[in-house]
Each structure stands twice: as structure tokens, then as C-alpha cells.
């Protein structure tokens, strides 16, 4: 057996005489070990020590008055808010919760309006002659790689080409 079996051990063995209940295992080795001979001395005397307590009896109905207490009792949160109704119920506060709420709702839109216009600024941009011709002709520019990729070109190049052969031979 090693230290660490017999110390899951000794709150079962301090509640009775070790002699009596132990295996000789358990026995062995709490004749050999002095470190788990002097816990299981200290848990027995610390045991042996409540044992020697005098016993405390409850008031007569004290289950009852607990689970009365317990069941009349609310919780924190429920006092709090009990609370805070009973102080914002009276008429004196609802004109200034009204002017409270009416800030922060005229606040936050301001706030949103001054957030979205501090960005936009104008800008002027001179534009010249070759800038203002490429915009006149973007349709053309758009539609510069389809007119690229058409094959019949190729095939109008190859019968040129076939034409200046003929003529010069």
C-alpha cells in the first residue's frame, strides 16, 4: 500500500479503532510509514475532539419558524425593484423621466446626423482634355475586349494577307 491509498483511508479509519477494522496491508504500512502515522494521529484527535462536544439542541419549532421565514422572504432583486417602482410611481417624477428620455432620444439622433455629415466633403477636380475625351468614349473602352476577341478578324487579316499574294505573284 502507498501513502496516498492509506490518506483515502484515515477519515474512515480515525471514525474507529485502526486495529480493529484495518487489513493488514493498511496495518503494515502505518506501522512503517511516520509521515501517514502522524496525519492519522492528528485526523483521530481532531475526531476525538468534536466527539468530546457537547451536543446543541434546536429550539422548540425552530423547522418551523426557518421554513416560515424562508417562504414570507423575497429574494434581492424582487425588494429592489419593488423598491424602484414605489419611487418612480409617484406623478412628481414622470415629468421628469419624460424630459430624461426625451434628451437621450434627442441626443442620440444629433449625435448620429453630426457622425454622418462630419465626413462628407466636397471635392473640385479639374479634369483635362484626355481625361474628358476617355469619358466621352467609355461605351467604346467597355467594349474594347469583346471587339478583341472576335475571331473574324483574324479571318479578314488572313484573306488580306492571301489577296497581297495573289497580286504579287
Known amino acids: ?31 512503517s510509514c511516520a509521515s501517514c502515522r502522524q496525519e492519522f494521529l492528528s485526523v483521530q ?7 468530546d462536544l457537547p451536543s446543541v439542541e434546536p429550539q422548540p419549532n425552530y423547522i418551523s419558524r426557518f421554513w ?49 455629415n462630419q465626413g462628407v466633403v466636397p471635392e473640385v477636380v479639374e479634369i483635362n482634355d484626355n481625361d474628358l475625351e476617355m469619358v466621352e468614349n467609355i461605351d467604346l473602352a467597355e467594349s474594347l475586349d469583346i471587339v478583341q476577341d472576335l475571331d ?6 488572313v484573306i488580306e494577307n492571301l489577296e497581297s499574294l495573289e497580286t504579287s505573284a
Open 1 to 31: 500500500m502507498n501513502c496516498d491509498q492509506f490518506k483515502h483511508l484515515i477519515p474512515e479509519l480515525a471514525e474507529k479503532d485502526i486495529q480493529a477494522i484495518a487489513s493488514k496491508e493498511v496495518k503494515e504500512h502505518f506501522a
Open 45 to 51: 484527535q481532531a475526531w476525538n475532539m468534536l466527539g
Open 68 to 116: 416560515t421565514r424562508v417562504a414570507v422572504e423575497q429574494p434581492w432583486y424582487e425588494e429592489v425593484w419593488e423598491g424602484l417602482k414605489t419611487t418612480f410611481a409617484r406623478k412628481r417624477w414622470v415629468p421628469v423621466l419624460v424630459g430624461i428620455y426625451a434628451l437621450i432620444f434627442i441626443g442620440i439622433f444629433s449625435l448620429q446626423y453630426f457622425k454622418g
Open 152 to 157: 473574324f478578324l483574324e479571318d479578314l487579316d
